[in-house]
């Protein structure tokens, strides 16, 4: 019997494939050995757990299949929207997805604007209160004397292992406190985009009790744009055209004669290419007696940053138009967006420029504009602002 025994023993090391095939085995590897009928019980658990696998992964494949369908309705052609449940949901689509059909983003925004826009108080002063919880505009939008004392490091906002000291002269060019009121009633925030061109807008535009703008748009299509500029903001992308501020600072002037009496906003901390033209502009504006200089604050713009992140949005930098928009829902009692359209083709299908008065195309993957976009679409079917898109 011990014979037989230490036999068998035998046998099994010198099938290992008996013990381990079904895991590290092909099946073809096993139909090699002798066909004994601890190796037939070997293929019989490998056939068992090919089947069981292949289950499971149809199983989650299915899974996945109801999800999406009920997500999008038919799949995979997007759900025609009944109701502002199902364009919620659909918007959520046109955020996240990657390949761009025109017909179906044009499609959403008409089902869209057949929903009667009513302002939503509530959802307002939520969208204010989270905000003003974790960024906080009115104290910390921008660099004053209450916020930032002489001789405190300044940390960059993006090239945070950079620091500029607050000497007398900086703190000197620092507003006492914040300078606009909490609240600037009715506001107009009109970004560039093509959209805007022969949109006749220019006339409700200057109606809005407080209108932001950003980069130096040409204000000369009154029509389209209107006159007005409460606030105007200069992103790093154009502070190359402030080179020649040492030595010709009456062209630049006569420029920004156009945004009469308006605010300035300077990220003179994002990265430090940016302090020297953004000192060059005070100075400038100072001594013609233009308009006033403010900077952004770093910290500020890395916990706006950070918040959109927090909310789903990928981008390497918020564009100017969502720091505006955040800043607008913070301070504002009631918001209408103008010129914001993040696609080449208009409401007919018809081409557009990138901006109304250029086409000169953003920096590739720096702004996620479609998200942005969407996203705003969404806070328009809340009732949180009024997203204005073709004529008015």
């Known amino acids: 019997m011990k014979k037989k025994a230490l036999q068998e023993r035998q046998s099994e090391f010198e099938l290992p494939c ?10 073809k590897q096993c139909s090699g050995r002798s066909q004994t009928a601890a190796d037939m019980k070997c293929r019989r658990k490998w056939m068992f757990l090919q089947v069981t ?26 759900m025609e929207p009944d109701n502002q449940q199902d364009l919620h949901r659909t918007i959520q689509i046109r955020k996240i997805e990657k390949r761009i059909n025109m017909t179906q983003v044009i499609k959403t925004i008409q089902d869209m604007q057949n929903h009667p826009w009513e302002f939503n108080i509530t959802k307002l002063k939520v969208h204010s209160s989270e905000l003003r919880q974790k960024c906080n505009a009115t104290q910390e939008m921008i660099l004053s004397q209450k916020n930032t004392r002489k001789g405190q490091n300044i940390t960059y906002e993006v090239e945070r292992k950079s620091v500029k000291s607050v000497d007398d002269s900086l703190f000197q060019m620092l507003p006492k406190t914040f300078p606009w009121s909490s609240y600037l009633g009715h ?94 502009v005070y100075y400038t504006l100072q001594e013609f007696n233009f308009q006033k ?86 806070m328009h079917l809340e009732g949180v602002l009024k997203l204005h898109l073709g004529n008015c």
């Open 18 to 27: 008996c013990r381990f095939c079904y895991l590290l085995l092909s099946d």
């Open 53 to 78: 696998l292949m289950s499971v992964f149809v199983l989650c494949l299915t899974t996945v299949f109801l999800k999406m369908k009920h997500f999008t309705g038919s799949f995979p052609e997007m």
């Open 187 to 280: 506001c107009a925030v009109v970004g560039n985009g093509g959209i805007l061109k022969e949109s006749r807008c220019g006339q409700q535009i200057d109606k809005a009790d407080f209108v932001f703008r950003m980069n130096m748009p040409p204000m000369t299509n009154t029509t389209d744009v209107g006159r007005k500029t409460s606030m105007l903001t200069l992103n790093p992308s154009i502070m190359k055209k402030f080179a020649s501020l040492d030595y010709a600072r009456r062209p630049f002037a006569e420029q920004m004669k156009q945004y009469s009496g308006a605010s300035v906003l300077m990220p003179a901390f994002s990265y430090t290419e940016c302090t020297v033209p953004s000192f060059k």
């Open 293 to 378: 200089v403010f900077f952004l604050h770093p910290d500020y713009l890395l916990r706006l940053s950070n918040y959109w992140k927090q909310k789903r949005l990928k981008f390497i930098r918020l564009s100017s138009g969502m720091m505006l928009v955040s800043a607008a829902l913070e301070l504002c009692e009631s918001i209408t967006l103008y010129g914001f359209w993040p696609y080449s083709f208009g409401l007919s299908e018809q081409p557009l420029s990138h901006h109304y008065y250029d086409d000169v195309q953003p920096k590739h993957n720096v702004h996620d504009m479609p998200s942005e976009f969407w996203t705003y679409a969404r």
